[in-house]
């Protein structure tokens, strides 16, 4: 199963921005929804945000709405997410995967990449 790729994480001070890139199997890109989530020290994975598979709409967490956004480009098979204002509790490995809401839940369809370090720091 080829997996999704992650990358463009860093460490930027509170304020600061930074944008992730995930390339996605050329096979899957136009069926997919396609999301990002993240996982802070010590607690579990989370949503972030997903675009659907026609690229509209997009869905976020609240946490991140306004700050956040995702979009895509259908040339390079890759999906972004833009972060803005970012704040010290965004500090996070970030993955991206196909996307599906199970239950009402946004839920990764793939086997977890190694994701990309976003660390907000002072």
């Known amino acids: 199963q080829v997996q999704l790729v992650e990358s463009g994480g860093g460490t930027v001070q509170p304020g600061g921005s930074l944008i992730l890139s995930c390339v996605v199997p050329?096979?899957?890109?136009?069926?997919?929804?396609v999301g990002w989530w993240r996982r802070a020290p010590g607690k579990e994975r989370t949503f972030v945000a997903v675009?659907?598979?026609?690229?509209?709409?997009?869905w976020y967490t609240d946490a991140v709405r306004g700050r956040f956004t995702i979009s895509r480009d259908v040339a390079k098979n890759t999906v972004y997410l833009q972060m803005s204002s970012l704040k010290l509790e965004d500090t996070a490995v970030y993955y991206c995967?196909?996307?599906?809401?199970?239950?009402?839940?946004?839920?990764?369809?793939?086997?977890w990449g190694q994701g990309t370090q976003v660390t907000v720091s002072s």
């Open positions: 995967n196909v996307a599906r809401p199970v239950t009402g839940i946004w839920t990764g369809q793939r086997d």
């Open positions: 050329e096979e899957i890109f136009k069926d997919s929804h």
């Open positions: 675009i659907a598979r026609t690229g509209v709409p997009q």
